[in-house]
């Protein structure tokens, strides 16, 4: 045999013995790592740790609580360009290939030639394998328990159960996981919505989330979406006219500052709480889906008029200043930076927006935004921080380049300088037939304070509390007819017990003898007074109750005719609702249904109905009081609500409690009660002339505008037991001339008092002995 032959056949026999050796080796190897390779069973149902979401009635998404962002969506729920879109980047053999990419690894392998560590090139099985159960480090060995666990995995499992497992896995940045999440997190939409070019920039994020983030890095997301959209073509995913669209379509990216969707934060943490009681931990994880009786139109109409309501009080104050001074640079470069990295720190608030003052006189403000767009401010945009731009300013008031301010946008596309307000406000709207809540807006601003008002907040109501005396003194045979003295009232140390008491209207005036009915509309407070002496402190004290009042918040003292207690925006909805819905007390409500990942009802809640065994009051107490509250909006202290919506079926009250430093207005429609409060947290002086009226009135009526836009007007039918005489109405048994009486007319001293009066402790009378407004 000739030598060479020999060689070449001692070769091939060395050739085969190694590999037999390595098959030898890797089975050994298998046998050995494949009992230790991780359970996977559990991803043949793959169930992620999903959040809290909560939705409006409409199904409309107002939360999301978690640590991961994260909606599940099933393979054949997911739009094919989606699909296309990570395979053409990330996988484009993946149905072709076994697991394991061996022309990839080898055109890897050359890039790599030379390295120490091979970067190898991962499949969208391996990276499912890698993420799912190993760790992050680039060893070989980690490297082989890989190409194990992928092989395992595409035994176990088909290729259309791992692609959903890595579409609803994969970390793709601003707490997002899977894309269906990647999509709402920065388009806004949902993930059967997306286009193309959408499809692309969200593939993109894979390979660094962070430096692909078309939030912070806007360039290289540019960048590398032009780049999957051309592989896409490439791959046969679209076609060249698709890709040349796609090119050049116009992307709107959600900022973290963006504000598109509806404002119910309250609402969302509301029912995050009432979650987290029921299911503790599990309440992050699960998938639970909570729909509430939320109106995504009246929420949204609520959270714009309470927060135009409270800016409309902030124009009349004094300017406080700018929010903090940088010094700027004049390289435009730096410039830049300072303006971004400043503006960070005092981020957009809704439409109250921060600027970074370039340059300021008394006749111009030009001033740059976070997006970079230079602003100007002239003429009536100015009024609001006169005070700023005087040459005598004060140095932390004064307006100069530098100067961190805060600015709208008018109507007229102008810009005005404004500040963050420091009142706050709080508004609720509930269906008085069945208690659910349509509204809900607890502050100014979710991120700025997170304490919700319409909950939390326990104010002194005022001159709103007084329905409830009113509706008391009808069981006593008082009447909307009975004449009451708006006299002088004093009350001696002698009678009270203490410190002398001597009471007056709102505008220090008295009018004398008039009906109950007008004193009502008029708010005059002694009114109120002698009628709650006639009720008795105690009797009205215990009637309160019935409308959810807390006895203890109400002290049985007359102080209680001025609303000297306690209340909170959502008691005052429910009390009112009692009027509304013709006597019957139903607690408010909010969660509809609970369901978990996949739809299986946990719980749900069925409508209360509005029977006799939550009737509270008769039908003809809620019916009189009905007809004395509209007259409140027709003619009294809250007339401009039916002069500005046209409508006669408006009801309501008026409240400003002393000093001004809570101002109410308390009102309903026969199929929607609202309530709106504003005042400073720790109370103070609205000012002398701000009233529930001028401040919480307006809010009401904006809201009531649009939620009542196609509702026919409905005024309740004539119950059993009231009749009409003389243009005004009386229980039968009052309708003669008993029906009308006469109260307080003799002179206003404490010697006409039928029983004896008790006022506040010595430590509450600074806070309530003052007269209360209307």
């Not at 697991?99 to 991962?122: F, H």
């Not at 919505?193 to 920039?201: G, L």
């Not at 202290?637 to 001004?660: F, H």
């Not at 409060?677 to 401040?695: M, N, S, V």
Request: glycine residues 8%; aromatic residues 8%.
């Amino acid at each position: 045999m000739h030598w060479a032959l020999k060689w070449a056949l001692g070769t091939l026999a060395l050739l085969l013995a190694g590999f037999v050796s390595v098959l030898t080796v890797i089975g050994i190897a298998m046998a050995v790592a494949f009992p230790n390779l991780p359970d996977i069973s559990d991803l043949s149902d793959y169930r992620p740790k999903l959040p809290l979401r909560v939705f409006s009635a409409e199904g409309t998404l107002i939360g999301e609580f978690g640590e991961e962002r994260r909606h599940l969506t099933r393979i054949q729920d997911i739009p094919k360009v989606m699909k296309d879109a990570v395979l053409a980047i990330e996988d484009a053999r993946f149905y072709e290939h076994g697991g394991v990419d061996y022309k990839g690894m080898a055109r890897a392998a050359l890039a790599n030639l030379g390295r120490i560590k091979s970067q190898g090139a991962s499949t969208i099985t391996m990276q499912v394998a890698r993420n799912a159960y190993l760790s992050t480090e680039k060893t070989y060995t980690r490297k082989i328990y890989e190409i194990l666990l992928t092989f395992k995995l595409e035994h176990m499992l088909t290729k259309d159960q791992i692609l959903e497992v890595y579409m609803n896995q994969i970390f793709l940045g601003n707490r997002a996981y899977g894309f269906a999440a990647a999509s709402e997190a920065y388009f806004g939409k949902p993930l059967k919505s997306i286009s193309i070019a959408e499809a692309a920039m969200l593939a993109g994020l894979p390979k660094a989330p962070s430096a692909y983030n078309p939030i912070n890095n806007p360039k290289r997301a540019r960048s590398r979406q032009l780049y999957i959209i051309e592989r896409m073509q490439e791959n046969g995913f679209i076609t060249a006219d698709q890709a040349e669209a796609a090119k050049h379509e116009e992307l709107k990216v959600k900022t973290n500052s963006d504000n598109t969707g509806v404002h119910a934060e309250y609402v969302a943490e509301t029912v995050r709480q009432l979650m987290f009681a029921q299911y503790g931990e599990d309440t992050y994880t699960r998938g639970l889906n909570v729909s509430t009786t939320l109106r995504t139109e009246d929420q949204a109409v609520a959270y714009t008029a309470l927060r135009r309501g409270i800016m409309n009080y902030e124009r009349r104050q004094v300017y406080r200043g700018p929010e903090q001074f940088v010094s700027l640079p004049n390289t435009p470069a730096e410039l830049e930076d300072m303006i971004v990295d400043t503006l960070q720190d005092h981020p957009d608030n809704g439409d109250v927006m921060s600027a970074v003052v370039l340059d300021a006189n008394p006749k111009k403000i030009q001033a740059v935004r976070q997006n970079g767009e230079v602003i100007e401010i002239t003429g009536e945009g100015l009024k609001p921080a006169q005070s700023g731009l005087s040459d005598k300013a004060a140095a932390n008031i004064k307006i100069r380049r530098g100067a961190v301010i805060r600015v709208v946008q008018t109507p007229n596309k102008t810009w005005e300088i404004t500040q963050l307000p420091e009142v706050e406000g709080a508004f609720v709207a509930v269906d008085p037939r069945d208690g659910s809540i349509k509204a809900m807006v607890g502050g100014f601003d979710f991120a700025k304070n997170k304490f919700n008002h319409v909950t939390q907040a326990w104010r002194q109501p005022g001159s709103s509390f007084k329905p409830f005396i009113y509706s008391a003194a009808l069981e006593r045979g008082v009447t909307p007819a009975t004449v009451i003295n708006d006299g002088p009232l004093f009350f001696s140390a002698g009678v009270t017990g203490g410190q002398a008491w001597e009471p007056k209207n709102y505008d220090g005036k008295f009018e004398g003898p008039m009906t109950m009915r007008r004193g009502l509309a008029k708010s005059k407070n002694m009114i109120s007074i002698r009628i709650l002496q006639t009720v008795g402190a105690q009797n009205a004290q215990a009637w309160a109750t019935r409308f959810g009042f807390d006895a203890e918040k109400h002290p049985a003292y007359l102080t209680m005719a001025l609303g000297a207690g306690s209340v909170t925006p959502l008691q005052m909805a429910t009390a009112y609702s009692v009027f509304a819905n013709g006597g019957y007390r139903i607690n408010p409500w909010l969660i509809t249904k609970v369901t978990d990942q996949k739809g299986k009802v946990l719980a749900q809640t069925q409508p209360p109905v509005a029977d006799e065994s939550r009737r509270v009051i008769d039908a003809r107490n809620a019916f009189i009081m009905s007809s004395l509250l509209q007259e409140v909006t027709r003619s009294g202290t809250a007339a401009s609500a039916q002069a500005k919506l046209k409508r006669p079926d408006l009801y309501g009250k008026t409240g400003t409690t002393n000093d001004s430093m809570d101002a109410w207005f308390a009102g309903y429609q026969p199929t929607l009660a609202a309530i709106t409060w504003i005042g400073y947290d720790t109370p103070r002086k609205l000012g002398d002339r701000e009233t529930g009226g001028g401040l919480s009135l307006p809010v009401w009526i904006e809201f009531m505008a649009q939620a009542l836009k196609n509702v026919p007007v409905m005024e309740p039918a004539v119950p059993e037991g009231v009749v009409n005489s003389g243009g005004e109405w009386f229980y039968t048994e009052y309708s003669g001339g008993s029906g009308v009486s006469a109260l307080g007319m003799n002179s206003g001293t404490d010697t006409e008092q039928p029983e004896v009066i008790q006022l506040p402790p010595a430590d509450e009378k600074k806070r309530i002995l003052d007269l209360f407004k209307n």
